[in-house]
């Protein structure tokens, strides 16, 4: 496979944007300006925008490719199948959101008590976005083999999608993902890019696989905003959308 120059660099873009997030907790700053987590907000309207005027109608084409590889032959639910993918990748993140959910007040009840908690539910949270970041990596070499303009959206859109997923860990699991969990992000997305890199990837396996990243991104953006103890943002998650929205429509 040629070297699609522009690839790497947005890998290490990517990669960077877990590896300082430590040093971009604006959190504490006055609810009067842009604090950290309005910056969130509207890097959800952003990942949100690119779902619906971008992904989605890509998936439209990329059903084609799939219902094309079977042949012509009457396949159950051909028509269907990359959306069932997208609503599979959906239900999935929402389950590990769910489950870290339903485990918050009895972890945070035994580390306040000092006990020691052997935190299975971080590890799997960390795994699950660990696979996930990997995936969005391993899709930026066929993002740079489209072009310049459709490399620059993605990486664009999925630098500031990781700017929630590193929120939305941080506040979960605290030092323990600031210090150490972090890095195996980082490490995910390099990880994800050198096997989409040394590897060749066929129409389908892209179709199924760009399926599961709508599905996620889409799940994710919204877990992060929807009302509840993380107090989204609703005006800045507004501009994030319109403004993004804007530039996909002309560009």
Do not use: C
């Amino acid at each position: 496979m040629e070297l699609a120059l522009g690839s790497p660099a947005a890998a290490i873009v990517l990669a960077g944007v877990y590896a300082i997030g430590r040093w971009l907790d604006t959190s504490r700053v006055d609810e009067g300006t842009w604090s950290r987590r309005k910056w969130v907000s509207a890097a959800a309207g952003v990942s949100v925008a690119y779902v619906f005027m971008d992904v989605l109608p890509e998936l439209a084409a990329q059903n084609r490719t799939i219902v094309a590889a079977s042949g012509g032959e009457s396949v159950l639910f051909a028509e269907q199948r990359i959306y069932v993918l997208a609503l599979v990748a959906f239900v999935v993140v929402y389950g590990l959101e769910y489950v870290v959910f339903a485990s918050r007040e009895t972890r945070r009840a035994k580390t306040a008590a000092g006990e020691t908690v052997i935190d299975g539910i971080y590890a799997l949270h960390l795994s699950g976005y660990a696979a996930y970041s990997a995936l969005i990596g391993y899709l930026l070499v066929d993002r740079a083999e489209r072009g310049v303009q459709v490399l620059a959206v993605y990486t664009f859109a999925m630098a500031l999608h990781f700017l929630i997923v590193d929120h939305s860990l941080r506040e979960e699991h605290g030092a323990k993902y600031t210090n150490v969990g972090r890095w195996l992000l980082v490490a995910s997305v390099l990880a994800g890019w050198s096997i989409g890199f040394v590897t060749s990837l066929s129409d389908v396996v892209f179709a199924r696989l760009f399926a599961v990243l709508a599905g996620g991104v889409v799940i994710t953006s919204l877990r992060a905003e929807l009302p509840d103890e993380r107090r989204g943002r609703f005006w800045p998650f507004v501009l994030g959308a319109a403004a993004f929205g804007s530039v996909l429509l002309f560009a």
